[in-house]
């Protein structure tokens, strides 16, 4: 069992950072890959980016690719979400989610029926 909870939301300008953080519990996160998906309002949860349990980025989706960057440190159980040149269109609800380590091929890493635990997400608002 894993539970995850997500830190680092709030309001920036157009151009601003963000540092998301997904802090897990449980002994086996080192067993998990990790995932970042959004979903904004009246859209569908969406891929942002994955981290393999080793600490090797996966993939990007092309709307961040170069401006978010995803790391992981395993002794604190956490994965992070560094955020960039943010856009208005970055505005949503941003959620961690983790599945065991294993296929890390892309249609099963961007797909949010792949994971198993989901943190209860946090917000993300970029003024224009």
């Known amino acids: 069992q894993v539970q995850l909870v997500e830190s680092g939301g709030g309001l920036v300008q157009a151009g601003g950072s963000l540092r998301l953080s997904c802090t897990a519990s449980?002994?086996?996160?080192?067993?998990?890959?990790m995932g970042w998906f959004r979903q904004a309002p009246g859209k569908e949860r969406e891929f942002v980016g994955a981290i393999r349990w080793n600490g090797e980025p996966l993939y990007y989706a092309d709307s961040v690719k170069g401006r978010f960057t995803i790391s992981r440190d395993n002794a604190k159980k956490t994965v992070a979400l560094q955020m960039n040149v943010l856009k208005p269109e970055d505005t949503a609800v941003y959620y961690c989610a983790a599945k065991l380590a294993g296929n890390i091929a892309r249609a099963v890493v961007t797909t949010t029926t792949t994971y198993t635990y989901w943190g209860q997400g946090t917000q993300v608002t970029v003024s224009s």
């Open positions: 449980g002994r086996t996160f080192s067993s998990y890959d």
